[in-house]
Each structure stands twice: as structure tokens, then as C-alpha cells.
């Protein structure tokens, strides 16, 4: 590793760090993926296993994606942003993603000792918990340090240091929403959330949307960046006030202001569509951005749809929603991960570029994610009709849940080809 400054070269190792990182965590994530789907279609090769069940694994899947592959990559784009543009950053990079990851590792330790609280996402416990949590302050701590350093040249601009702000609050905010006496609003005729509660939680995603351009220092289109900046903060602005002025209790998804609420999130299809051209990215991402409007309309429709009164209500508990957070995480989550990884770096000196436009990798895991979502709405239309027939494995479960662990094994596969892509370039 080269101890000269230089920006380009910092660019480029952080991405190449980021992406064995993500890479690897997606690698693991997805091959419990795989051993869940072989449990669900042949229950007793569970049996050598002993006391690691099912039920133990789920949170390991579960808890890889969303805090391995799933911010890893945004936790790269910080660095991007607020780290001293020079190699020697490289160290504090690698040093605060091996914490991660360890942290990652004594969490899935404990949830397969029986550790977890039972919260989808939320089943830190124990001493892992405070790891995490301490591990997310260093990373706050690192990201203050590096910005306000004065060999630090970077512009910064008022709202970046408001974000910087506002990043304090994840850790102790972490630390109360995995206490055991706390727990979310939810809709108490179906037992999940609200629709103000998941408004809310698209706030999060689409505030995220808007600084990536801003943090990648993407160079801009001239007066049309300024028109969908504006329609941005805009739309961010009304929607907001929306989210603050709706009613946060328990409350049914039979409520008209609930689901109508979730149908403003249909006006952003067009909206996220405009502002991402408004920029100039990375060829090497094309197909990736593509992808990412693509799941993220999927994502709002099947959305909206899927909380209407009379649909929640059949679907509810079954795989027709596994499918949706499947769609999400692994469609349009994924998308927005290689939008970020191939954008790291503006330059093409590390090889990356080729293996972000992987079309053997890009095609065998959204051929593998629509086998998933075909079985996996199979199986939930099975459930609502024949719900024996799904315990039972009668046909055309069998089949269905084959076919599930067939598009598991594609995606397994094109995470392995990316991981085993990035291991050999140099940082």
C-alpha cells in the first residue's frame, strides 16, 4: 500500500475495501440463505445440526444482509466523503470495517446460542450489543476526527456537518430500540407495522437518495441538476410534513389515511427517476442504476398494493410478504449498493470497473431473484388457499420450494463470482 497522498489512490483502495467487505458479508448472508431454503425443503438433514435450528439461523440471515451488505457500502460512501483524501486513511477504513465485521461475527454467535431478542432486525442483545453500539460511536468519533482535521482540504458545507450531527444519534437511538420493552407502533388487525411507521422508514431511505450525488461529488448537468434538486427538496419537504402530521399510535391499515398516506410514495417514481439523471455517473454503474428505478417502482407499487384493506388481510404471514422484503433488500438495496460501490472511485487504475459490469454475475442474481419471487408468491398463494398443503409439502410446494433454493444458489453464486473478483485487486 502506497503511503504517498493522493486522493485518486485513496478513492480507489476505499473502494476495493468497501467492496471485499460488502462482498463478503453478502457471500455469508446469502449462503445461510441457501442452508435455510435446503431446512424448509427437506426439514430433517436440520437434524446433525442439534440445537442450531431453523429458527436460530433466520436472524443470521436476516442480520448479514441488512447490517453487512446493506450498510457497508453506505458506511463507505461516509468515508468517501469525510475522510482525509490520502492513503494513510486507509488504515482508520480498514481498522473501523474489521470492528464491524467482528461485531457482526459476536452477534451471529450469540443469536445462534439462542440470544436473540425476537425482533426481525432488531435481535442485538447481550455483549454483542454493546460492541455494536460502541462500534458505531468509534465510527462517528472517526468521521468527526478526520473532518475536522486541518490537513483535511475539503469543502464542506453546512449540511454535511448538520448530517454529521444527526449521525450521533443512531448509537444511543440503537440502543433503545433493541431494549426488550420497547417496540414499535403496529397495526393491531394484522400484527405489523402502520403505514405512517413505514412512511417513515422510506424517509430514511430517500434522505439517503438525496446525499449520495452530493457526497460522491458527482459532476453535474448543468441548470436540469438544479430543477430536480429543487423537485427533490421539495417533494422530501411535503412528504415530511405528511409523516409528522399523521397519526403515530396504533393504528389499522383499514384507516383510509394509512394506506392513502403510502400512495404518496407513488409520486416519487418519477422523482427518483429525474434526479439520479440528473447527474453524471460512472459508466460502470449504468446497468446497476437501471436496475435500481427499476425495483425501487416494483417496490413502491407491490407496496402500496399489498397494504390496500382486504389485501394486507389475506396476505399477512405469508410468503407473499417474504417475497416484498426480498424485493427490497435484494432488488432494489442490492441495485443502490452497486450504485454506491462502482461511484466510489471516479477513476478506472484498481480494475474494478470491469467487475461492477459483470453481465454473467449482474444476470445470475436477477435471474436468481425472480425464481425467488415467483416461488416465494407461489408458496404465499398456496398458504392463503391450502395452508395443510403448505406443512404437508403436497404439490406443488415441493416444487416451489425447489425452486426457491435453485434462485438462492444463483445469487449465492454471482456474490462468490464479485468477492472472488475483488479479493485479487490490490488496495
Not at 7 to 27: D, I, K, M, N, T
Not at 56 to 67: G, T
Not at 201 to 207: D, E, K, M, Q, V
Request: proline fraction near 5%; hydrophobic fraction near 55%; charged fraction near 10%.
Amino acid at each position: 500500500m502506497s503511503g504517498r497522498p493522493s486522493p485518486l489512490r485513496f478513492e480507489a483502495g476505499l473502494q476495493v475495501l468497501a467492496a471485499r467487505y460488502s462482498f463478503g458479508w453478502l457471500v455469508l448472508a446469502n449462503a445461510v440463505g441457501a442452508l435455510l431454503a435446503v431446512l424448509l425443503l427437506v426439514p430433517e438433514w436440520g437434524r446433525p445440526l442439534g440445537a442450531l435450528t431453523y429458527g436460530r439461523w433466520v436472524p443470521l440471515h436476516l442480520d448479514f444482509q441488512l447490517y453487512g451488505w446493506c450498510s457497508l457500502p453506505c458506511v463507505g460512501l461516509l468515508f468517501r466523503r469525510y475522510l482525509m483524501p490520502e492513503a494513510r486513511s486507509l488504515f482508520h477504513a480498514n481498522g473501523l470495517f474489521a470492528l464491524w465485521s467482528l461485531a457482526l461475527v459476536a452477534g451471529g454467535a450469540g443469536w445462534l446460542g439462542g440470544g436473540s431478542l425476537g425482533k426481525n432486525f432488531l435481535e442485538w442483545n447481550g455483549v454483542p450489543r454493546l460492541f455494536f453500539v460502541g462500534v458505531l460511536g468509534l465510527l462517528w468519533a472517526l468521521l468527526v476526527f478526520h473532518r475536522s482535521h486541518p490537513r483535511n482540504g475539503r469543502a464542506f458545507h453546512g449540511w454535511e456537518t448538520l448530517f454529521l450531527a444527526l449521525l450521533f444519534l443512531v448509537p444511543p437511538a440503537l440502543l433503545w430500540t433493541t431494549r426488550p420493552d420497547v417496540y414499535p407502533a403496529i397495526d393491531p388487525g394484522t400484527g405489523g407495522p402502520t403505514g405512517a411507521s413505514l412512511l417513515g422508514s422510506t424517509l430514511g431511505i430517500l434522505a439517503i437518495f438525496g446525499v449520495v450525488p452530493r457526497c460522491l461529488e458527482l459532476a453535474r448537468r448543468g441548470a436540469a441538476t438544479d430543477r430536480a434538486e429543487r423537485l427533490f427538496l421539495r417533494c422530501y419537504a411535503g412528504t415530511l410534513t405528511l409523516f409528522l402530521l399523521l397519526p403515530h399510535h396504533d393504528s389499522s391499515h383499514r384507516d383510509a389515511v394509512q394506506w392513502l398516506s403510502l400512495g404518496t410514495l407513488l409520486l416519487w417514481i418519477p422523482v427518483l427517476y429525474s434526479y439520479f439523471g440528473a447527474f453524471h455517473w460512472q459508466a460502470a454503474s449504468a446497468l446497476w442504476r437501471g436496475a435500481l428505478v427499476a425495483w425501487w417502482t416494483a417496490l413502491v407499487v407491490t407496496g402500496f398494493l399489498s397494504f390496500l384493506p382486504g389485501v394486507l388481510d389475506a396476505i399477512k404471514f405469508t410468503n407473499v410478504l417474504v417475497a416484498h422484503s426480498h424485493l427490497a433488500m435484494a432488488g432494489m438495496l442490492t441495485s443502490f449498493n452497486f450504485l454506491l460501490l462502482t461511484n466510489l472511485d471516479p477513476g478506472k487504475e484498481n480494475g474494478a470497473a470491469p467487475l461492477f459490469e459483470d453481465r454473467i454475475a449482474f444476470g445470475l442474481w436477477h435471474g436468481g431473484l425472480l425464481l425467488q419471487l415467483a416461488a416465494l408468491v407461489g408458496l404465499g398463494f398456496q398458504e392463503i388457499a391450502h395452508p395443510l398443503a403448505f406443512f404437508r409439502h403436497e404439490a406443488p410446494v415441493g416444487g416451489l420450494l425447489l425452486l426457491r433454493l435453485g434462485g438462492g444458489a444463483a445469487m449465492l453464486a454471482a456474490s462468490v463470482r464479485w468477492l472472488w473478483g475483488f479479493a485479487f485487486l490490490r488496495v
